[in-house]
């Protein structure tokens, strides 16, 4: 008869003592709450001497780009969204006001990177004429055979190969040109239809053989898309046709986002052929010139064993004696000619800066993939902007201050101490300034990137903090500022189309 009190007695004994520990625990987790303010708050790293090397930028740029790729991915998704629309554009006509927006931001930011060198390329020839854009083509075609020369010395000379390293990166870099092989010709796609003006059908039918000749003049073996599809198939890319909606699926790790752009800048200027004839003209003109990447690319191919001929295709029929790149000579010039005679002089200069834009737009967008192997980033400039730099100076001033101060400091920023990253006269070096700002800005809590009121480093530095005074509420606010300011890479400035309108000397529409 006493079990049942027994076992109740056991369970409430059971309880208390479970009750008992969580207290414990919780007791001893607030009593750690708050770390001292000296100790390590990342992994300690220790410096790899006392000479204090300056610290290589590989880990730098793995951490730093990864901002930069998600604002890339978000781009690259909408242009492939508008790819596959655009392939399907009789289910999704709303979508052509977006398309001209993009094609004139397209033509604004190539025409500005071209603005800046108006001695190189096509801006050279500021008047037009037949004799002055035939010598231009004709120097072009010789500055690329005598660049062709000198590749094929380095490489008997034993140069490494340019285009890409093995053939599993040739493989990935065939698959990844895919979006842009696939709409080949497609600039021309729409530019000699019924209601097309009678006075230009001469013009617009010259280019349109070219269109036609791009698609095999109805022979699918010719096709270029169709032999590049066989390509696809011969290296197990598994890709399929670029007007399916799967064609976009990540799952095919087709990300090289200027490749995408090189399509859509086909795709959406062949969509205003009577807007922008003269674009298209000067677009088709520098597409079908012979580029030097074409003929390394077929010699490193078959180096590595894999299938050149739609390279070698385009070599042959894009020739400038009677090839395509003739004919696009030929339909730039009669068209500016037929606007000399109808329009005027003036009339005819305004059409050839508009030819000039259609061609810069093609020169100005790459079509191939960078190789990872042969692909050399570019050099970050430092400081990145005006708060990086007052954030520079703010700790410049300070390390002649604290230096000594912190000489007892356990803080440990990245891979060095607080006191050694503030040693005045390495703190004068740029590439010093530059590794302690990155290693500050990965070494949490001190720093949340993107949130500043987050960040233990503004909370040490405010009213109560323990390092309350030792900057000025303007300094802080630049600390704010530059805290924030991780959280998201600075983009690009979105181009003008004020660009195009001011060098066409048109009026924006």
């Known amino acids: 008869m006493f079990i049942i009190p027994t076992t109740t007695a056991v369970l409430i004994a059971f309880l208390a003592l479970l009750a008992w520990s969580e207290i414990r625990n919780r007791l001893a987790k607030g009593r750690s709450t708050r770390k ?12 790899t001497s006392d000479v204090k090397p300056p610290i290589t930028d590989e880990g730098a740029h793995v951490l730093s780009s990864y901002g930069a790729d998600k604002a890339v991915d978000k781009e690259l998704e909408r242009h492939k969204q508008l790819y596959s629309k655009l392939h399907n554009l009789e289910q ?9 927006e993009l094609l004139l931001s397209l033509l604004s930011s190539t025409l500005t990177d071209a603005l800046k060198e108006p001695e190189s390329g096509i801006l050279t020839v500021e008047k037009f004429s037949r004799d002055a854009l035939n010598t231009f083509l004709k120097e072009k075609d010789v500055d690329c055979t005598n660049s062709w020369e000198e590749y094929l010395a380095r490489r008997k000379a034993g140069g490494a190969r340019e285009m890409f390293g093995e053939k599993a990166e040739a493989e990935w870099w065939l698959k990844q040109a895919a979006p842009v092989k696939y709409v080949d010709g497609a600039w021309l796609g729409h530019i000699n239809k019924v209601n097309t003006p009678f006075v230009y059908r001469h013009i617009t039918k010259n280019a349109w053989q070219v269109m036609s000749e791009e698609l095999g003049d109805g022979d699918l073996a010719k096709n270029h898309v169709h032999v590049y599809r066989d390509l696809m198939n011969d290296i197990n890319a598994g890709l399929p046709a670029a007007d399916s909606e799967d064609f976009i699926h990540p799952r095919h790790g087709l990300n090289e986002a200027r490749c995408w752009k ?8 062949s969509l205003f052929p009577h807007e922008f004839l003269p674009e298209v003209l000067g677009f088709n003109m520098a597409y079908e010139s012979l580029p030097l990447h074409l003929l390394k690319t077929v010699k490193e191919l078959r180096e590595l064993r894999l299938n050149p001929y739609y390279f070698e295709l385009h070599i042959s029929i894009d020739n400038a004696d ?5 004919m696009a000579m030929a339909a730039v010039a009669d068209y500016i000619d037929l606007v000399d005679q109808t329009e005027g ?3 005819a200069q305004a059409a050839w800066k508009r030819v000039q834009a259609g061609y810069i737009l093609a020169e100005g967008l790459p079509t ?13 400039p430092f400081p990145r902007d005006d708060t990086e730099a007052a954030l520079v100076e703010i700790f410049a001033a300070k390390s002649f201050v604290a230096h000594k101060i912190h000489c007892n400091s356990r803080l440990k920023i990245g891979r060095r101490s607080l006191v050694d990253w503030l040693e005045p006269q390495a703190f004068k070096d740029t590439q010093w300034q530059k590794d302690f700002l990155h290693d500050l800005g990965n070494c949490k809590p001190w720093v949340i990137k993107g949130d500043s009121q987050k960040s233990r480093l503004i909370r040490e530095l405010s009213w109560e903090g323990k390092m309350f005074g030792s900057f000025t509420e303007k300094e802080v606010e630049i600390v704010k500022q530059w ?4 959280g998201s890479q600075p983009q690009a400035p979105r181009p003008d189309p004020k660009v195009y309108y001011d060098f066409t000397k048109q009026l924006s529409q």
Not at 36 to 47: C, G, N, R, T, V
Not at 262 to 269: F, G, K, S, V
Not at 483 to 486: C, G, N, R, V
């Open 36 to 47: 001292d303010l000296e100790s390590p708050a990342s992994p300690m790293i220790p410096a």
């Open 92 to 100: 999704y006509p709303e979508i052509l006001p977006e398309c001209r």
């Open 262 to 269: 090189a399509a859509l800048a086909q795709l959406t200027i």
């Open 322 to 326: 009677s090839g395509h790149a003739a």
């Open 345 to 347: 002089a003036e009339a």
């Open 368 to 380: 191939t993939p960078e190789s990872p192997s042969l692909k050399v980033e570019p050099e970050q």
């Open 483 to 486: 805290i924030d300011s991780l």
